[in-house]
Every structure is written in C-alpha cells, then in structure tokens.
C-alpha cells in the first residue's frame, strides 16, 4: 500500500521563525491576511528559512471579508469610508484587486506555490457572492500559483465541486467537520473548534491519521491553541507509521 505523502505544519508560528523549520517543513503564513509585511521582510524571511522549507500565505481579508469584520481591527493600512465599503466578498473593485496584487506580491516573494483563500461564515452562497467568487478567481493573473479555498457556513459539497472543477481550486477543510470534495491533493485545516481552544487527544490524532488519502500529497495545518504540541505529536504518528510499513 502507498504511503500517504504528508506535511504537517500550522497556522502561524508558535515558535520563533528561526526555531519553527527545525521542527516543521511548512508554515501558513497569517500575516499576509490580517497586514501583509513589506515584500522585502518576507523576502528576507524567504532567505532565512531552508530552502526546502514551504511557505503558505493566506489571502489578504480586504479579498475575502467585508470591512464589519472583527479581524479589521488588525489592518494598519490607511483605507477611506469608500474604500471599506468596497472591501471584501471577491467584488469587481478596485480595492479587491490591489489586494490581491499585494497578496501575489507576497506570494511570489515568499516563493510560495499556494495561496490560501479563507472565506468568512458571512460570504453565503448567494447568486451575486458565486458570480463575484467566479468572476475573481477566473480572472485574476495567478502567475503559476495554486489557489487553496476554504469556504465556510451554508456551501454545500455538490456546488463546492463544481466551483473547484470550474475553476481550479482546491478545497481546503477540516475533516474533523467535513470532507472534502477535490482528491487530487488535500489540505486539510485542523482549527479544534469554534475558539480554537481545543486540545486534541492522542486517539483523535490517530484517527486523523487513519483518515489520510495514501499515495497523495497532503497538508495538515493545526491552527488551535495546542498546534504546536498536536502538530508535533502528528508527525511523530505519520513517522511511525511510515517506519513501521517500511520494516
């Protein structure tokens, strides 16, 4: 039987970026979606790291999430009343277009292969949200970059896959909650609830790993209050696993 071909990582860094490779192979970077750095500090970040170290940035919210958005609280950048209004739900803007030309910018500095793209709970599957989501992703410059999207609330798998096949996207999920519905690579988002608080316990890890496609690429990103010691721990069980097939 083929073994499942996986990267374990988080969703931030909870330990210093110099100390975060000497543990994990790839790192989705959050930064990018809050307040993108300057290109130059993750180019220098890009320099620092390992080369064969993956970086995942998450798209800018000014993309994906309107402007009533808790997560706005953390934008430094100087955005005029007009602008907030025109922020968010992959809308034909001039605002949404910037962000993504930064978040490329980011990506491409990052050397990254993958774009994250986070919906809200709010971004429901209405006529005007999938013709904005299809009008965004079909027409944006990706530049050879993978687009990874994770939407949230109401989807339903059925319309999820014909959006993904449609137009190029990778579903990324938590399978605690779902499945997914693209299988030529998973990215699986592990988030331990709705605070993030939660803890997961060795047999839920190892029922993670029972769940993993074999002879696939696959993403396993912790994004909880415990992802450093979960994440660990996760690849200890992949490595066992693997060493025991091997023997």
């Known amino acids: 039987m083929a073994l499942c071909l996986v990267k374990t990582g988080c969703c931030g860094f909870p330990l210093s970026q ?3 490779p000497e543990q994990f ?6 930064h990018t979606f809050y307040q993108p750095p300057r290109v130059s500090t993750l180019q220098r970040w890009r320099a620092a790291a390992p080369k064969d170290f993956e970086f995942i940035p998450k798209a800018w919210q000014l993309i994906t999430h309107a402007a009533t958005s808790p997560t706005y609280r953390r934008v430094t950048a100087a955005l005029s009343e007009p602008e907030l209004k025109e922020c968010g739900g992959f809308r034909p803007t001039r605002i949404v277009n910037e962000a993504w030309l930064l978040t490329r910018a980011c990506a491409e500095a990052l050397e990254a292969r993958w774009v994250l793209f986070q919906c809200p709970a709010s971004f429901s599957p209405s006529p005007l949200n999938i013709e904005n989501l299809r009008k965004f992703f079909s ?3 990706r530049k050879g970059l993978g687009f990874l999207w994770e939407p949230r609330g109401a989807w ?11 137009l190029n996207l990778v579903h990324a999920v ?9 299988h030529d690579l998973f ?3 592990i988030h331990g609830g709705k605070d993030y608080r939660y803890r997961f316990q060795e047999h839920e890890l190892q029922q993670l790993h029972s ?4 002879g696939k690429p696959v993403y396993v990103m912790f994004n909880n ?5 979960n994440g660990i721990r996760f690849q200890q069980i992949v490595a066992e696993a693997q060493q025991t097939k091997a023997a």
Not at 211 to 214: A, F, K, N, Q, Y
Not at 225 to 229: K, T
């Open 25 to 30: 192979p790839v790192v989705e970077v959050q």
């Open 156 to 166: 339903g798998p059925q319309l999820i896959s014909n959006l993904c096949r449609e």
């Open 211 to 214: 769940v993993l496609p074999r």
């Open 174 to 182: 938590d399978p605690f909650e779902n499945a997914t519905v693209t």
């Open 139 to 141: 027409g944006v410059d």
């Open 18 to 20: 110099r100390k975060y």
């Open 225 to 229: 209050i415990a992802m450093l010691e």
């Open 187 to 189: 990215y699986y988002r």
